[in-house]
């Protein structure tokens, strides 16, 4: 055993690491017996009898007959009007800590996280590395590209703590909110001398560093597996950060709040940790969808009993994969993940149009952006690369006049880069119009 396991698993987070590592094993025996874990009774009986905001919510015998949906679906809104009732009663007791959701949606959330919790993550982590990454999570090295406009959060990753903790990981952390050809040189020499087996970031972070590389004339060993989180990954997009990295993208999902929920296989389907959350798909009219019909997503995290968030709407959409997936997984998959309710445009008339990532999954133009400004206005900002992207941007603007209206004007914006938000994400899909829908509303 090398020096850095020992320390980890020996002495520094010993106790946090066999614990998880236990639990993962765990969550492997009930799924390879095929067993329902209990996980979901006990965090619905413990929220009717210790959280106030559940206890007026949940009639524990119907529950019994009818299942999750006898309880009434959690929106954000919810969260932030019924916050303190929405805390366990034994939450101090449980040591539980708050937590901050980024905002990509323009609303952060605050909610509370217990140890339980955290211990599950990393227990899904363990599941990631080992059945879908095929890597040692104790043993592996990785490079994180991250960015944030957080300049205390640049300033506090320096701390010589933080620095032995990566170090134990093997993990090299950058904050990468602003990117240089020189940044991307120095990041070439680290890629090279280190040779990491995982790469982990946002997708339009990697993009970047990929494509200036290549512009570059520079080259890096291949990477074992490369996986991403938080922004929507275009075929473009994969295309170039699989070129210059050399290995598959496993893009995954998850939120702050409900941790990660799936994570994609070598055939693309998104495997969800349902030892860790329980998910529904759902219609407009709260009906289970069928496989291959897209729906809203709720999550229901099952480990956390600080806060419990039951039938938590996470302002996704997603559909059921059709068929077992080849991979051969045990684990219920999700064909696609679709944008927010934010991130989907509103018609004058009401309508609501979704699965717009579905236009940009077949762009080769790499950088672009839609943005509804109003009812009848949208503003399409992209990179021009290549000779063919006037015509495609073209042709996009033509589609989306055909969806919202004749009336509604397509404005064609050349621009040098596209800034990410201030969380650091790069949004494809912004509607200024659901955004104040949706401030309305609360």
Same mark, same amino acid.
């Given at each position: 055993?090398?020096?850095?396991?020992?320390?980890?698993?020996?002495?520094?987070?010993?106790?946090?690491?066999?614990?998880?590592?236990?639990?993962?094993? #765990?969550?492997?025996?009930?799924?390879?017996?095929?067993?329902?874990?209990?996980?979901?009774?006990? #965090?619905?009986?413990?929220?009717?009898?210790?959280?106030?905001?559940?206890?007026?919510?949940?009639?524990?015998?119907?529950?019994?007959?009818?299942?999750?949906?006898?309880?009434?679906?959690?929106?954000?809104?919810?969260?932030?009007?019924?916050?303190?009732?929405?805390?366990?009663?034994?939450?101090?007791?449980?040591?539980?800590?708050?937590?901050?959701?980024?905002?990509?949606?323009?609303?952060?959330?605050?909610?509370?996280?217990?140890?339980?919790?955290?211990?599950?993550?990393?227990?899904?982590?363990?599941?990631?590395?080992?059945? #879908?990454?095929?890597?040692?999570?104790?043993?592996?090295?990785?490079?994180?590209?991250?960015?944030?406009?957080?300049?205390?959060?640049?300033?506090?990753?320096?701390?010589?703590?933080?620095?032995?903790?990566?170090?134990?990981?093997?993990?090299?952390?950058?904050?990468?909110?602003?990117?240089?050809?020189?940044?991307?040189?120095?990041?070439?020499?680290?890629?090279?001398?280190?040779?990491?087996?995982?790469?982990?970031?946002?997708?339009?972070?990697?993009?970047?560093?990929?494509?200036?590389?290549?512009?570059?004339?520079?080259?890096?060993?291949?990477?074992?597996?490369?996986?991403?989180?938080?922004?929507?990954?275009?075929?473009?997009?994969?295309?170039?950060?699989?070129?210059?990295?050399?290995?598959?993208?496993?893009?995954?999902?998850?939120?702050?709040?409900?941790?990660?929920?799936?994570?994609?296989?070598?055939?693309?389907?998104?495997?969800?940790?349902?030892?860790?959350?329980?998910?529904?798909?759902?219609?407009?009219?709260?009906?289970?969808?069928?496989?291959?019909?897209?729906?809203?997503?709720?999550?229901?995290?099952?480990?956390?009993?600080?806060?419990?968030?039951?039938?938590?709407?996470?302002?996704?959409?997603?559909?059921?994969?059709?068929?077992?997936?080849?991979?051969?997984?045990?684990?219920?998959?999700?064909?696609?993940?679709?944008?927010?309710?934010?991130?989907?445009?509103?018609?004058?008339?009401?309508?609501?149009?979704?699965?717009?990532?579905?236009?940009?999954?077949?762009?080769?133009?790499?950088?672009?952006?839609?943005?509804?400004?109003?009812?009848?206005?949208?503003?399409?900002?992209?990179?021009?690369?290549?000779?063919?992207?006037?015509?495609?941007?073209?042709?996009?603007?033509?589609?989306?006049?055909?969806?919202?209206?004749?009336?509604?004007?397509?404005?064609?914006?050349?621009?040098?880069?596209?800034?990410?938000?201030?969380?650091?994400?790069?949004?494809?899909?912004?509607?200024?119009?659901?955004?104040?829908?949706?401030?309305?509303?609360?």
């Amino acid at each position: 055993m090398d020096l850095r396991r020992w320390l980890r698993t020996n002495l520094v987070e010993r106790g946090r690491i066999r614990e998880a590592m236990a639990r993962y094993r #765990l969550a492997r025996e009930l799924i390879e017996r095929e067993e329902v874990p209990s996980y979901l009774q006990r #965090l619905v009986h413990h929220a009717a009898h210790r959280v106030p905001y559940y206890r007026k919510r949940i009639d524990l015998e119907r529950f019994q007959r009818e299942g999750l949906s006898a309880i009434p679906i959690l929106t954000k809104a919810d969260v932030r009007d019924h916050f303190e009732n929405l805390y366990s009663e034994d939450s101090a007791l449980r040591k539980a800590y708050p937590t901050h959701t980024s905002g990509s949606t323009g609303k952060p959330l605050t909610v509370l996280l217990d140890p339980g919790f955290h211990s599950w993550l990393l227990a899904t982590d363990f599941y990631l590395y080992y059945e #879908l990454l095929g890597l040692d999570p104790l043993g592996s090295t990785s490079v994180v590209f991250y960015g944030t406009l957080n300049t205390s959060r640049q300033k506090a990753s320096g701390a010589l703590q933080r620095r032995f903790r990566l170090w134990l990981a093997r993990c090299k952390f950058y904050n990468t909110c602003v990117i240089t050809k020189e940044d991307v040189a120095h990041y070439v020499r680290v890629l090279s001398q280190m040779r990491p087996d995982r790469v982990h970031g946002y997708p339009g972070r990697l993009y970047w560093i990929a494509r200036f590389a290549q512009e570059l004339g520079l080259e890096i060993p291949p990477v074992r597996c490369v996986t991403t989180i938080s922004e929507t990954v275009t075929a473009a997009k994969r295309r170039r950060i699989e070129s210059f990295f050399g290995a598959p993208l496993h893009d995954t999902y998850g939120t702050r709040e409900c941790g990660l929920i799936a994570a994609q296989c070598r055939y693309g389907r998104y495997h969800v940790f349902n030892f860790a959350v329980h998910v529904e798909l759902l219609d407009a009219e709260g009906h289970p969808v069928e496989p291959g019909v897209e729906g809203r997503v709720l999550v229901t995290p099952l480990h956390n009993f600080s806060m419990p968030l039951l039938r938590y709407e996470v302002e996704d959409f997603a559909s059921w994969a059709v068929g077992q997936c080849p991979c051969g997984s045990p684990l219920p998959a999700l064909e696609a993940i679709r944008g927010r309710y934010s991130d989907t445009f509103v018609r004058r008339d009401g309508a609501v149009v979704r699965g717009l990532t579905r236009l940009l999954e077949a762009q080769t133009t790499e950088e672009i952006q839609l943005v509804q400004t109003d009812f009848d206005e949208i503003r399409i900002s992209y990179v021009p690369r290549s000779p063919a992207a006037a015509a495609e941007i073209e042709q996009l603007a033509k589609t989306l006049q055909g969806i919202m209206g004749s009336d509604c004007r397509i404005l064609r914006q050349e621009v040098a880069s596209i800034p990410p938000s201030p969380g650091g994400k790069h949004l494809h899909i912004i509607s200024e119009v659901g955004r104040r829908l949706e401030s309305s509303e609360d």
